[in-house]
């Protein structure tokens, strides 16, 4: 976003960001506890405790507070954080490519056809369709295609793995992703 737009891209980028990374982790943690393994049945409690304990949803809703009522981390906080941030993506990614095999059964084809296409060209295309015919443009409009066209996050795997999912298959999902998202995200934002 910063190559397209500089600041100004950064900035609603992030905003976008606050607003998708909880409601996908939010609708990631009722749908496992609902069809994962570890739960058959949907127990109020039980999902309002995943849900409030969630690190993601936790993390967003502590800067989106932070953001909203204007403080700022002091300076050595915000360096310490972001130094222990740094290696988060690259030890998520390499958890899930740990976990990913080169052989995927036939029905993993469909599913990982159909959830990259989904997420990586059907997604952005119609919510890029939508932002424009709403009069979004430049780099809100960007910003929304970008945020709908990142590959699932390595974090996917972490939470079918923490609440019973296919852990095999959402490796897969996400390394294939992650792979076709090197041609995907450019076409979809020149």
Known sequence: MAAFHGDEGVALFALASALMVPLVNVISVVVLSIHGANEATLR???????????PLIQACAIGLTLSLLGLRLPGFLASSLGLLAEPALVSGTLAVGAAMTVRF????LLDITLT????????????GAIAHALGAEGALLTSIVVICAVPTAPSSYVLASRMGGDTRLMASITGVQTLLAVVTLPLLVT
């Open 105 to 108: 059964r036939r029905c993993d």
């Open 44 to 54: 109020p409690r039980r999902l309002a405790r995943e849900l409030i304990g969630n």
């Open 116 to 127: 990259s296409g989904l997420k990586l060209v059907a997604v952005p295309l119609a919510a």
